[in-house]
């Protein structure tokens, strides 16, 4: 099950009041003010928004942030244009007006350059962003930008002006000629805020079209500059190939196409056969190998938020591709992990910690992780059709070894014993209810690629891993257990239900 991103609060644990230091959804523009919260939540609405309005201007000075990559483009495009501004047409004010009585955040509006972004983005005369900064060998802007020096910051802006993006702003009439006009026919895939449609482009490239289809206006705004600010730094094999967008006739995002679709799709689809053991390994160690390079080697660390079969992407050659960055953060350096106020994921593959406190870091998506190797030695679904969760029924069959019973019968004795084990081991790791037992990412790689040929034993891993965050410190020190994870479940499906 899906939840929607506004459709549930999370309870809350009263984080502050345990001594965890807490922070505003700063990076996520996905979280507004949610109708539907609970009183307490709402009481605490309006300090929160004054606060937002604050992180959205200091996220504006982060040319690293994807607010600030954009907010620079176009601070570098009026420079540019200034002397055509007169002839400018007026702002799509229809894409960013907000309905929202807020003064401090209309004010903040007025003065944004948002409005500047999208009419950018609809002049026919400029097709190609050269707004986004180098992916690698980007000079170094948090440090000089430390400058007051305004000719040293022209410099930066310079040379990240330089930098010829190959994303491509496509009109309607291209998306409607590469998709036959949205023909249903055409749909690939549906998602929580999304259509999917295939299409081929007049130079006979495939591609795929994300249209946004719900939620309001402002929503789809806030769901499309979120996807957009991450994905357009985002450059691995194993991550989705982002190749431009369109804004006119709604919000449109554009992906090369993957002939095979999801692994969800396939895995729990009429073509499972396709999935070999070979193609799950490697499903497994290049959907690894993307994850630590969002979390440990992009210039920012991005937590996906939503790591989950459908959202792995295959290639003709089974290369998994992460895909659907909707929820993505960056994560500060300096912040150990980021607390939400509101749920948003998918069932059954959610961390006790993000249950409990409403954390996320790299280790809730380690945990995600940990799901998805599990969907992929026993061929389940993480949450199945009488909502049982794949984790509570694999954890005492992975703690006595029971490997026989985990591995998806329609696999026979097709698979590698070895491979099959350091799988095992590594979900079994992934999915420890301490986030502090869970490996890093970049030990999980090493984990399934059996580094060494050692094949670590869980005990020893623990062992190996264990660093200590005050968040961690604090997990381990409630008892957190079957139980109490399937009644926080049944606790948050409920509300989700209700609301
Ligand atoms: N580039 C692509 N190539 C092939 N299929 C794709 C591509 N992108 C998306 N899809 C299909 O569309 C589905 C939905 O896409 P996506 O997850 O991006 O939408 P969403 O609305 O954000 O979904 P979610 O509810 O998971 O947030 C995917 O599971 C996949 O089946």
């Keep these: 099950m899906k939840l929607s991103p506004l459709c549930c609060a999370l309870p809350m644990y009263n984080v502050k009041d345990s001594g965890i230091a807490t922070e505003e959804d700063s990076l996520d523009i996905n979280h507004t003010t949610n109708t539907q919260q609970p009183n307490a939540l709402r009481m605490n609405s309006a300090s929160a928004h004054d606060l937002r309005c604050l992180e959205v201007e200091k996220e504006k000075q982060d040319p690293r942030s994807p607010r600030g990559a954009l907010e620079a ?30 003064a401090q955040c209309k004010n903040h509006r007025a003065s944004s350059n948002w409005g500047k972004f999208f009419k950018l983005w609809k002049r026919k005369s400029i097709k190609r962003l050269s707004s986004f900064p180098p992916l690698s060998g980007a000079p170094s802007i ?79 705004t806030a769901e499309f500059l979120s996807e957009l600010g991450i994905i357009a730094h985002v450059d691995h094999p194993n ?46 160690l290049g959907t690894a190998d993307g994850l630590m390079y969002l979390h440990e080697s992009c210039q920012r660390r991005i937590i996906h938020r939503d790591i989950k079969a459908d959202n792995i992407l295959l290639t003709e050659d089974f290369q998994p591709q992460i895909c659907d960055f909707g929820l993505a953060i960056w994560l500060p ?16 593959y959610f961390a006790p910690e993000y249950f409990m406190h409403g954390i996320v870091d790299e280790k809730t998506d380690v945990f995600a992780f940990g799901v998805l190797l599990l969907e992929l030695i026993t061929g389940h679904r993480a949450l199945d059709e009488s909502q049982q969760s794949l984790v509570l029924w694999a954890k005492p069959l992975l703690d006595k070894k029971a490997i026989r019973e985990l591995v998806d019968p329609s696999l026979g004795d097709e698979y590698n014993r070895e491979e099959l084990s350091r799988l095992t081991s590594t979900a079994s790791l992934c999915i420890e209810q301490s986030s502090l037992l869970r490996p890093k990412m970049s030990q999980v790689v090493e984990l399934l690629i059996g580094k060494d040929g050692v094949v670590m034993s869980p005990r020893e891993a623990k062992r190996k ?16 257990n079957s139980t109490k994870y399937l009644r926080d479940l049944d606790r948050i499906r409920e509300i989700a239900l209700a609301s």
Aim: hydrophobic content about 30%; glycine content about 8%; charged content about 25%.
């Design 142 to 220: 948090s440090k000089r930008n430390k400058s007051a020096d305004p000719h040293i910051n022209g410099l930066i802006l310079h040379d990240i002006y330089d930098f010829q993006s190959s994303l491509h702003n496509f009109s309607i009439t291209d998306i409607e000629m590469a998709t036959d006009h949205f023909n249903p026919e055409n749909i690939i895939g549906r998602g929580g805020y999304a259509e999917v449609y295939q299409g081929i482009l007049p130079e006979g490239k495939l591609i795929a079209v994300k249209r946004l289809t719900k939620g309001t206006p402002d929503e789809q």
């Design 239 to 284: 991550t989705a190939k982002f190749i431009g967008c369109c804004i006119e006739g709604g919000m449109h995002l554009v992906f090369r196409l993957s002939p095979l679709g999801s692994l969800g799709s396939l895995l729990h689809g009429r073509s499972k056969d396709k999935l070999t053991w070979s193609r799950r390994y490697k499903v497994a």
């Design 73 to 102: 483009c176009l601070t570098q495009s009026s420079i540019s244009s200034s002397s055509s501004s007169i002839d400018d047409p007026p702002l799509n004010r229809e894409a960013i007006e907000d309905t929202d009585a807020d």
């Design 465 to 480: 891993i264990l660093q200590r965050t005050y968040s961690e410190e604090l997990l381990d020190s409630v008892e957190y």
């Design 333 to 348: 350096k300096q912040l150990m992990h980021h607390n939400v106020s509101k749920f948003e994921g998918t069932f059954g």
